[in-house]
DNA sequence: AACGTCTATTGTAACGTTGCAAACCGTGGT
DNA sequence: ACCACGGTTTGCAACGTTACAATAGACGTT
């Protein structure tokens, strides 16, 4: 209950008076407020032993920079934006991704900031607003698509940027990707493996970029293991449960039904199992689901469902690198990462 | 492909040269800086006329007041934290949430920061770092404990939050709460009337409040049906898929076992259908499994569950509500909400 | 002893905003 | 014609920081 628990000894200092600045720490140190300046930022043309008596004082004292001076007088803000649309997004998925972006920024002073897209009326209006109030250095987003409005706007103005997943654009950008490609291969042999002859992709909406890479990959896959393929018209990614059965019920009318689903989400997979279910289908037997595993949701369905995983703290760490190596001016083709199932490889190399 | 398509005309404006001041509007209106600064901020001690004609020449040139300046000068962040753990939290919960926060605060001027807490060690950690850095001008979170240490730290430096349930500490707090005690009455109602004989709760931990309230209000209704009522010990929300397992096997394994559970989130939900199919028992047959909804999740586990709503959309909308109340100085005592699964009330009242 | 050279530190000026005290100006009362 | 008085507007200063140019001092060279 004592407030020692709760507090660093910094604080309680801090506590007595107001909020000291570089002034106080310059007077207590009898130096120039440059000099603690520089010395609080490690510059080398200050003595090594100034910078220590100084900082010493600056921690007895409680010193903490005033972010919105910096901000003002540089023009950074040392924050990152990450996008998200709270409709779609699991946190859960977000909870990896974040962590490993929070493991690759740590040290570098950067602090990461969730922005909720799609709570106005326009979903570009979260970036405008980042950039016109400059609240970020840099943003984020996944379920990057084809034609990606978001991507065009920060391109456009020339504003930091890294996507999960590529775009269709000539521009090229910063991104860090997961090879579809290769999962739906793997996926496709899985199923295979378990004697499935007829594979159904449950797929996103056509505007996301991997589901193109989706497409290709599961064409190769089904050419390769001489199994039939049936890839439906786009059901919007994780969502539109209508959609979804009516699809199905569609697939399942003929003679010639899937006997397998692979699908992109935890969500779809939830979906999918409940509508196979509703029509009679039980997971396991008549047919199989296999989904792209990022939470540990999925290991809760039951009849059980196979899985293969997305590294998601991966993805954190390399968007990490790919954010401060744009921000530090490296060139776009070091900046292009392709996470595989198995590990990661540059596009470039 | 074209710019216009993605800008506002303000914004083009904005490009040519580098982004205008006050001190640019200012010289294009003839008139001095604070003049603008006033008229900008509808100051009625600047004429309605000025105000107009000075409001329309910054619009022309796409001024936006630079946050940073603003900060400085004020000490106001005009932004409000909202505190999530990315490992528990759905977004699709936060997103209803947030929305209603975000309907709450619209026209204020201010800005929802999501910031992930227990990405650092210490759960503190994000919160003090708020404060030191002056990120916010209040915070939110969730998941209360009955002696929760973010609400006793922001108590004790005196700086504006609103939890999403209540403590059990002696100086009152803004608060808005659901009404745990009222949702578990209708659940157990609606068992019974199911004929279930013998409820459980699948209890969160012991240090939310809200277990307190659901615990109280299960014996009352317990009495009142002339049920069985089962509290086992505490598993962790939405986790601790292990916990619920051995929990589950134990109530099962002696010849008087529940004949139906009521889950306070939708994951618990999930983990307990599951474990209970792992035993054999199936949905809607030998038990019955009611679950809290916050999402739509749940409208696709299979076999279908009951459920109950909690209206997040409207908390969020009293979150906000609160927030400003106290923010602007309001007794604490018109700042905490229960909301009844029928409606809002105030606690004071 | 004067000179240049290097290192460590200093002082000044901004970044863009808002609060405060002062000034302006047309109006109306005396 | 003077003064007081609203309603408007202005100028100055400051918030806390960092960039830049300038200075002071130490040291080696000529």
Chains 1, 2 share one sequence.
Not at 53 to 82: C, M
Not at 179 to 206: S, T, W, Y
Not at 267 to 283: E, R
Request: include cysteine; proline fraction near 5%.
């Amino acid at each position: 209950m004592s407030r020692k628990t709760l507090e660093t000894k910094a604080e309680s200092a801090e506590e007595t008076a107001s909020r000291p600045t570089l002034r106080t720490v310059a007077a207590e140190a009898g130096v120039a407020v440059t000099t603690v300046s520089r010395a609080l930022a490690d510059d080398p043309r200050i003595a090594e032993s100034t910078r220590k008596r100084i900082s010493e004082i600056a921690d007895r004292l409680g010193y903490v920079p005033n972010r919105a001076a910096q901000r003002l007088r540089t023009g950074r803000t040392k924050v990152i934006s990450l996008l998200i649309n709270p409709r779609h997004e699991f946190l859960s998925f977000t909870s990896e991704f974040l962590g490993g972006m929070y493991e690759g920024l740590s040290g570098t002073g950067y602090a990461i900031n969730i922005t909720a897209d799609s709570l106005g009326e326009d979903r570009l209006d979260a970036i405008r607003n980042i950039r016109r109030h400059s609240l970020a250095d840099a943003i984020v987003f996944t379920r990057t698509e084809c034609f990606d409005d978001r991507a065009r706007y920060l391109l456009e103005h020339d504003f930091p940027f890294v996507t999960h997943g590529r775009t269709d654009f000539m521009t090229p950008h910063p991104f860090v990707d997961f090879d579809n490609e290769a999962f739906v291969r793997l996926a496709v042999e899985r199923l295979v493996e378990k004697g499935r002859q007829h594979v159904c992709i449950v797929m996103p909406n056509e505007k996301y970029t991997f589901g193109q890479h989706l497409r290709f990959g599961a064409r190769q896959a089904a050419m390769t293991h001489g199994v039939r393929l049936t890839v439906p018209g786009a059901v919007d990614l994780d969502s539109e449960p209508d959609e979804i059965a009516a699809m199905l019920r569609g697939l399942h009318g003929g003679p010639d039904a899937p006997d397998s689903y692979i699908c992109v989400g935890e969500v779809s997979a939830l979906i999918t199992l409940a509508c196979l279910n509703d029509m009679g289908l039980t997971q396991g037997q008549e047919v199989d689901v296999l989904a792209k595993r990022a939470s540990p949701i999925s290991n809760h369905f039951r009849p059980r469902i196979e899985t293969i995983d997305e590294d998601l703290r991966a993805t954190g760490r390399a968007m990490a690198k790919v954010l401060l190596g744009r921000m530090s001016g490296e060139p776009v083709e070091d900046l292009q990462i392709l996470l595989k199932p198995e590990g990661p490889f540059s596009v470039s190399s």
